[in-house]
T-cell receptor, first 115, second 115 residues
Framework: AQSVTQLDSHVSVSEGTPVLLRCNYSSSYSPSLFWYVQHPNKGLQLLLKYTSAATLVKGINGFEAEFKKSETSFHLTKPSAHMSDAAEYFCVVAHSGAGSYQLTFGKGTKLSVIP | ETGVTQSPTHLIKTRGQQVTLRCSSQSGHNTVSWYQQALGQGPQFIFQYYREEENGRGNFPPRFSGLQFPNYSSELNVNALELDDSALYLC??????????????FGSGTRLTVV
């Protein structure tokens, strides 16, 4: 079974400092991994995805994530936080079953950015 | 090109009632997936429809049912509402079934409150 664990429910950083949101995954085969962001009263927006190509994945708004198979991790980073980055972030693993594709979400990490 | 539209945005129902939530998929998208997001949790997969057929279902009871229409819009129906059904219901559309290749576009969701 596929699953993801987001290690922090809440992360608080000062504006201009680096962001690190941690995610570990469990998968019986090479996974497809994603990070989504959810702003209040908005839908989920894809930040980036890993699908067995380059292990360092660059996404939108300066975010990137590194797939580390030995550590079963897919941490999300950004060199410098902006106020607009304050939102809920979800680490997601995709898997197929009986013809459908399902996304399994972590519980989310709420990112607060302090001015 | 319009995105995914969900209606209504908010809804209050009484325990035991039935509810229908609606989703208009992005133009050209033939696949719709529904997710339930309880407060403080990540979204959970309910089911997926591809070309008007259900092709995958998560761990939800039969009182959760759906439809997809020839224009690929979709409905989620929930019978015999329970208090635990209170959640944000998200619809995602895609050009095909595989999220790795096609990507999902999420709507902003319907907030259902059961009292």
């Amino acid at each position: 079974a596929q699953s993801v664990t987001q290690l922090d429910s809440h992360v608080s950083v000062s504006e201009g400092t680096p962001v690190l949101l941690r995610c570990n995954y469990s998968s019986s085969y090479s996974p497809s991994l994603f990070w989504y962001v959810q702003h209040p009263n908005k839908g989920l927006q894809l930040l980036l995805k890993y699908t067995s190509a380059a292990t360092l994945v660059k996404g939108i708004n300066g975010f990137e994530a590194e797939f580390k198979k030995s550590e079963t991790s897919f941490h999300l980073t950004k060199p410098s936080a902006h106020m607009s980055d304050a939102a809920e972030y979800f680490c997601v693993v995709a898997h197929s079953g009986a013809g459908s594709y399902q996304l399994t979400f972590g519980k989310g990490t709420k990112l607060s950015v302090i001015p | 090109e319009t995105g995914v539209t969900q209606s209504p945005t908010h809804l209050i129902k009484t325990r035991g009632q039935q509810v229908t939530l609606r989703c208009s998929s992005q133009s050209g998208h033939n696949t719709v997936s529904w997710y339930q997001q309880a407060l403080g949790q990540g979204p959970q997969f309910i089911f997926q429809y591809y070309r008007e057929e259900e092709n995958g279902r998560g761990n939800f009871p039969p009182r959760f049912s759906g439809l997809q229409f020839p224009n690929y819009s979709s409905e989620l129906n929930v019978n015999a509402l329970e208090l635990d059904d209170s959640a944000l219901y998200l619809c995602a559309s895609s050009l095909g079934v595989g999220v790795e290749n096609y990507g999902y576009t999420f709507g902003s969701g319907t907030r259902l409150t059961v009292v």
